[in-house]
């Protein structure tokens, strides 16, 4: 499942430093980000392994069906298909071991299960009976301390592969791994390995066909003993008690290896099965062990029996019960401590997987509530603002000045000044060069527009470009505009009606992709519409607007003054003042009319550098004004509105976006791959709705939306790594500078890019 960044709130085009200084800052702040870069790369990857662990842990464990009938058992020996339950390979050579008789051997299979297996404990330490237990390693890691209790108890353990896969179709390095995880599991859990083995899906020793047999082989070569069954409960069915105790019982006083389950499903009835067969089998003269026991005893009797047949030779001291453990062994050296970091990364995902579900349930109730708060309040704005009657006040006829500041925009600089020009409200230009080394401002001097002052200064940066155009304007009104950026003949005039309200300090316009022929520009240009026309109206009928961007607001100049002027504290000067209006008792509102047309990144590296600039500085910017949710009067308002919604919106919410992606992925794998793409449509679907209308209040174009689930697929993944990467800069105290995106001057007149 996706769930969007917050729109672009777009800081405006950074400055840099004198250009001698330029290129070592640049490769020294690379140098410091390459680390954040990868320990961000690394916690998501981390947190994606966590999950993958989780999903392979949770393999599902089924009824004991056999997966294949009908195989031929031409390569199995007649002695092994004929024998009793108990296969080994003492020098190479397959034999098989019986129960004695009047005994029995309680197994249980795909455990532990932290339901079951407890009760079984307790009734076989009721009765003072032992059981052997095949044990899958994925359980074993999940439950560690059920299996300590188990050994501690004095039962066995054996292995029962670690997903409990039919092993007779698997290849050797699969077999291998099954059993190598499986140990190492219990080396962690118990401090012990075993040389006892059950094949999932087993059952008798007549079972074993020319698929199975070689790994019963291979296994038996490397001293695994194949433990196998006489007598099947079949619990697993859930027939009933008395059928389970019924079918559990061998004929004629034979020993038997016995089959139960304590995992693996519902088993109820094998727990109230149990303390019945165990005394119905005592009362008839049983005795129970484990299979270390059982084969300990057959080869005392064994041994018994060729004594008595020597001369002098008469009855031994019976030694039944014998070696109830000597399949366990004590692990140790990397055994050891690879079991035990098993274990640990498994309690890791064990916990970290429920809390992720928990935080992202509440996120995607979060994401689906703005989805809906969004569509309510922008059709709200949209009705508020082009209703017949509505009016800001009398119309404002006075002319404003424009201040553009510039750096080394030689590409841009013509079109936008000539774009000013045309305006239809009476506009002077302040266009302020910082220190451009491409003849930006004689660019702009050659032009010959009326209007037009080109002010020069040492480069400085964008904000002490924006304070000394504000310082020269002439004018009560200061719009703002970056130099790659178009305006339309009406722009200003809509842009500076709302100042028609006294209480209006600054107004946010409407940002355009100009540049949205590419794959790229397409994508951003879907994003900026959003941001626009659902965030900005959304903030706006809130009374807590964010940032006036960078490429088109107006501002009173008696309140950036009053502000302070244009700070460079952070990277998003344009967010810091938009927040200091607010404090000062400023409204900030949205004009949808005021259409500016803009040059959008290029490339990925680019669109990276900004994105990652705009997200840290917005950080930067909360931080700094992080008293106003202390504050009392406007300053609080937006402290106690704006603040928590930008951080849930632009800063929580994208942070946990990438691991619904990952779930949304762990799901199709391990949990229902239709529920989760499902799911996955759905919210695209939501998304696709909310973009839609956002696209007919801008009156554009809905074919743009057909890239949108691409977006999904590959733009948003990128989004989410520049504010993981933030993140991990804000947190360990880095610091960015200004770097100049390199453009090319391809936004011209507003008609070309419909």
């Known amino acids: 499942m996706t769930t969007p960044t917050t729109p672009p709130s777009p800081p405006a085009r950074g400055r840099r430093r004198a250009p001698s200084r330029i290129g070592r800052a640049a490769s020294r702040a690379a140098a410091l980000q390459r680390p954040r870069v990868l320990l961000a790369l690394l916690l998501l990857l981390a947190l994606t392994c966590v999950m993958l662990l989780d999903g392979y842990l949770r393999a599902e464990v089924g009824g004991d069906e056999r997966v294949r009938t009908g195989a031929s ?26 129960v004695p008789d009047k005994t029995i051997v309680l197994t249980f299979d795909d455990g532990p299960d932290p339901t079951w297996t ?22 074993i890691s999940r439950h560690p301390d059920i299996v300590r209790d188990l050994v501690e108890q004095g039962n066995e353990v054996g292995v029962h592969t670690f997903t409990h896969v039919d092993l007779s179709y698997q290849s050797e390095a699969r077999v291998t791994r099954e059993i190598e995880q499986t140990q190492l599991a219990l080396a962690g859990a118990a401090g012990i390995t075993t040389t006892l083995f059950r094949a999932p899906y087993s059952s008798e020793t007549n079972a074993i066909d020319d698929y199975s047999w070689p790994v019963y082989r291979n296994l038996g070569e490397d001293g695994y003993t194949s433990v196998f069954i006489d007598t099947d409960s079949d619990d697993w069915k859930r027939p009933g008690v008395s059928k389970i105790v019924e079918w559990a019982t061998p004929e004629d006083d034979e020993g038997a290896s016995v089959l139960f389950h ?59 019960g014998g070696g109830l453990q000597a399949a366990h062994h004590k692990a140790t050296g990397a055994t050891l401590y690879e079991g035990k970091a098993l274990v640990a990364a498994v309690a890791v995902a064990e916990w970290t997987v429920p809390a992720l579900s928990v ?28 209703r017949h009657r509505f009016s800001w006040g009398p119309p404002v006829t006075g002319p404003v000045s424009v201040v553009v500041p510039a750096y080394n925009e030689k590409e841009c600089i013509e079109a936008t000044l000539r774009s000013l020009a045309r305006s239809t409200h009476p506009v002077e230009i302040i266009v302020v060069d910082d220190g451009s080394t491409d003849g930006t ?26 304070n000394n155009g504000v310082r020269h304007a002439r004018h009560d009104i200061v719009v703002m505009m970056d130099g790659d950026t178009v305006f339309e003949p009406d722009t200003v005039r809509h842009l500076v009606q709302p100042f028609a309200d ?19 520009g397409a994508w951003q240009h879907i994003e900026y519409v959003m941001g626009f026309n659902l965030d900005r109206r959304m903030y706006d009928l809130l009374r807590c607007m964010p940032t006036i961007p960078g490429a088109i607001g ?7 003054l009053q502000a302070g002027g244009m700070s460079d504290d952070t990277l998003a000067e344009d967010t810091d003042i938009t927040i200091a209006l607010h404090r000062a008792g400023w409204r900030v509102v949205y004009e949808e009319h ?71 992925v762990y799901s199709m794998v391990f949990v229902d791959f239709r529920a989760a793409l499902l799911a996955w449509l759905a919210v695209l679907g939501v998304q696709l709705v909310c973009a839609a209308y956002a696209f007919r209040l801008d009156r554009e174009k809905y074919r743009y939306l057909l890239m949108m689930p691409l977006q999904q697929l590959a733009y948003r993944q990128m989004m989410y790594l520049v504010l993981i990467h933030s993140c991990v800069t804000a947190l360990t105290g880095g610091r960015l500078r200004w770097q100049k995106l390199k453009r090319t001057g391809e936004v011209g007149t507003p008609a070309g890019n419909g």
């Open 502 to 520: 006294p209480a209006v300090g600054a107004v946010a316009g409407n940002a355009k992709v100009g540049n949205r022929r590419t794959l790229i």
């Open 118 to 139: 407890p009760q079984v404990l307790d009734i076989l330490d009721e009765y003072d009976v032992p059981g052997t237990f095949f044990l899958v390693g994925s359980m």
């Open 262 to 320: 304590d995992a693996g499903g519902e088993r109820s009835q094998t727990i109230a099965a149990l303390p019945k067969y165990i005394e119905k089998m005592k009362a008839k003269g049983y005795t129970f062990t484990t299979v270390s026991g059982a084969m300990a005893d057959q080869q005392s009797q064994q041994q018994q029996q060729e004594q008595s047949q020597q001369p002098g030779g008469g009855p031994q001291p019976e030694q039944s």
């Open 554 to 560: 107006a501002f009173r100049r008696e309140a950036v």
């Open 441 to 466: 401002a004689e660019i702009a001097e050659s032009l010959g527009l009326p209007g037009v002052r080109v002010v020069r200064q040492a480069n400085a940066g964008k904000p002490a470009a924006l």
């Open 594 to 664: 005021a259409r500016a047309w803009t040059e959008a990144p290029g490339s990925l590296g680019q669109l990276w550098s900004q994105r990652y600039r705009w997200s840290y500085g917005t950080m930067q910017a909360l931080w700094k004004h992080r008293r106003s949710l202390t504050d009392k009067g406007p300053s609080g308002r937006f402290g106690r509105v704006g603040m928590p919604l930008v951080v849930l919106f632009q800063v929580v919410t994208p942070v946990f976006a990438p691991l619904i992606d990952v779930f949304t």
């Open 359 to 386: 935080g992202l349930v509440i996120v995607g109730v979060a994401v689906m509530g703005r989805f809906a708060m969004m569509l309510v309040l922008a059709r709200r704005h949209h009705r508020q603002r082009n």
């Open 73 to 98: 058992a031409s390569d199995v020996p007649d002695d092994v298909l004929d024998g009793g339950p108990i296969l080994t390979f003492p020098g190479g050579q397959a034999t098989t071991v019986s």
